[in-house]
């Protein structure tokens, strides 16, 4: 028999059916695999749910030797061995997790060439006694999982992943297949320079999930909002509710459990054993949902999650994409709903500037919250922007199947608005020295005599009560918006706004500031129809 493509190609085919028990491959995996399986590089960039592990899995059966996963998931390892073993694929790995004589048993199974795969996590290749290990045995392919983790400029940076550029050098007969679901131009080229793949073929499958329909409401009372959503559209459905702090998935865990809704809490402050069971919950049960902070759902594969919610704004695009896309993994329409207010504005911008880091790595946190903030703003559907973030074209201006696309937002003319809420800022700043946080600047527009009002005599400025025609949710979506597109800015561990450099042009009346529209009332919309 002669090796060509073709004979590569059914040999993968017949790999799908007999051990995977598929029929068919999707999207690009046949050409992914076959270049693989002929020993070429590949970078390939496709969604969560996409269909990746079977991308480096199959060229690792399919080729002689053992086939090493990079991957820094070291909590799923188990799970993903056992998954494995279980379709009869010999699997071990190698991580901080295991005692002596397992890691010893893998080595030994590695080097009599018993293995089809062997998971590493990423910091055990800085060691040389594993690069040893690698050398004495036989490598089929190289496969660098979750290799978004190579970008500093990325959310997610692993120095470790820094290492895995010798990978190359040490062994140029090995292909290599680097692998992310979370791709901007930026970040792949960032993987292809560092991991130092130039040869590679390039993999982009599409970021667009059809099933999934975007929807942003304005935050009032969240936890109420997101009691509500369930019950209109998702009653006894599987999900992930995400938010920022532990003790905000604690009590929203309590909350929902109260009103009906099983659910259970995840975050890292909880005990390993209760994470791991609610985890296993999570994957074995019908319709239960997960309140967790952005440490779950990394490398989880159930098909059937009908909705991800984040009652707390995602510190950037990628972040949103990626735990949104843990829903409708198996291709049924499902929802990825959030609510977003002032607040997340203000604290997501403090953070940014008490946190750690330097200032370039503050200035790249600022990129990222400012591109989920416009995503949060738009007028345009929502689906169209986050595909242009990707760098990919959408298919129509108008998905039909988010938020913006099923009842357009209005928008109107805020220079006005804006000017008041500007000049207040600047009356308290430059003639007073003052500086206050949203509440004092909204309460002094509404003519409030509040007791902070009275105690700085705020009730004898000029601008107070010269904002009666809008209300209170009004204004503080008029602040909410200026704070996206830059207009105002936050300062210190109180939040104060102060002016921006930008704030001038808009004082001086020589630029419009278009907002959208708060709606009166904030509810969760009907429509589940479309899609
Ligand atoms: P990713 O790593 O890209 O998030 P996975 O590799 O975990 O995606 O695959 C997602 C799901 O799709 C898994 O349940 C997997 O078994 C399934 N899957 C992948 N490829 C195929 C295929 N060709 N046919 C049927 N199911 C598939
Ligand atoms: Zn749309």
């Given amino acids: 028999v002669t090796e060509g493509p073709g004979a590569a190609d059914s040999e993968a085919l017949a790999t799908l059916h007999r051990v995977f028990g598929y029929d068919a491959f999707r999207g690009e995996q046949q050409a992914i695999i076959e270049h693989v399986v002929a020993g070429g590089d590949a970078v390939v960039l496709m969604p969560t749910g996409g269909g990746k592990s079977l991308c480096y899995q199959i060229p690792a059966l399919v080729r002689p030797g053992t086939g090493v996963v990079v991957s820094p998931l070291i909590a799923l390892m188990q799970d993903q061995v056992d998954a494995l073993r279980a379709l009869g694929v ?46 004495r045995g036989k490598i089929s392919v ?65 970021f667009d999930r059809p099933n999934i329909q975007y929807r942003i409401v304005p935050k ?106 843990r829903a409708g993994r198996d291709g049924l329409p499902s929802t990825a709903w959030m609510a977003y207010g ?71 003319d805020g220079t006005i608005a804006a000017q008041k809420v500007l000049s207040t800022v600047v009356r308290l700043q430059r003639e007073r020295g003052q500086k206050f946080g949203a509440m004092q600047i909204v309460d002094i527009l509404l003519g409030k005599r509040t007791g902070k009002v009275i105690q700085f005599d705020h009730d004898q400025l000029s601008v107070f009560g010269i904002g009666q025609d809008l209300s209170e949710g009004e204004w503080r979506g008029v602040v909410r918006q200026l704070l996206a597109q830059g207009l105002l800015a936050v300062e210190g561990e109180y939040g104060t706004l102060v002016l921006t450099e930008a704030s001038g042009s808009v004082l001086r009346r020589e630029r419009e500031v278009p907002l959208r529209k708060e709606p009166k009332k904030p509810t969760a919309s009907r429509s589940r129809s479309a899609g």
């Fill in 90 to 135: 010999r699997a071990g790995f190698i991580n901080s997790t295991q005692d002596f004589d397992e890691r010893r048993m893998v080595e030994a199974e590695f080097l009599a060439g018993e293995l089809d795969l062997l998971y590493l996590a990423p910091e055990r290749l800085r060691v040389d006694a594993t690069l040893e290990l690698l050398s």
């Fill in 142 to 206: 190289f496969a660098i999982d979750e290799a978004h983790c190579v970008s500093q400029w990325g959310h997610d940076f692993r120095p470790d992943y820094l290492a895995l550029s010798l990978l190359g050098e040490r062994w140029p007969d090995v292909p290599r297949i680097a692998l992310t679901a979370t791709a901007t131009r930026a970040t792949h080229q960032e993987i292809t320079q560092r991991l130092n793949l130039p040869a590679a073929r390039h993999f982009v499958a599409s």
């Fill in 220 to 325: 009032a009372d969240p936890r109420k909002q997101l009691l509500a959503f369930l019950r209109e559209e998702h009653p006894g459905d599987a999900g992930i509710v995400y938010c920022l702090s532990r003790n905000s998935v604690e009590r929203t865990a309590e909350f929902l459990t109260a009103n009906g809704v099983q659910a259970v809490p995840y975050h890292a402050g909880l005990e390993a054993a209760t994470r791991a069971a609610h985890q296993a919950r999570f994957l074995r049960e019908d319709g239960l949902v997960v309140v967790a902070t952005i440490a779950f759902g990394m490398g989880i594969d159930k098909p059937d999650v009908r909705f991800v919610a984040h009652l707390d704004l995602p510190k950037s695009i990628e972040g949103y994409y990626q735990e949104t896309g």
């Fill in 342 to 412: 002032l607040n997340d504005v203000i604290q997501q911008r403090k953070l940014i500037q008490s946190g750690e880091g330097d200032e370039a790595f503050r200035r790249r946190a600022a990129a990222h919250l400012d591109a989920m903030l416009a995503l949060c703003e738009t007028a345009q559907c929502r689906r169209g922007q986050l595909l242009a973030y990707f760098g990919q074209d959408p298919e129509a201006a108008a998905c039909g199947n988010c938020d913006t696309c099923l009842t357009p937002p209005e928008t109107w």
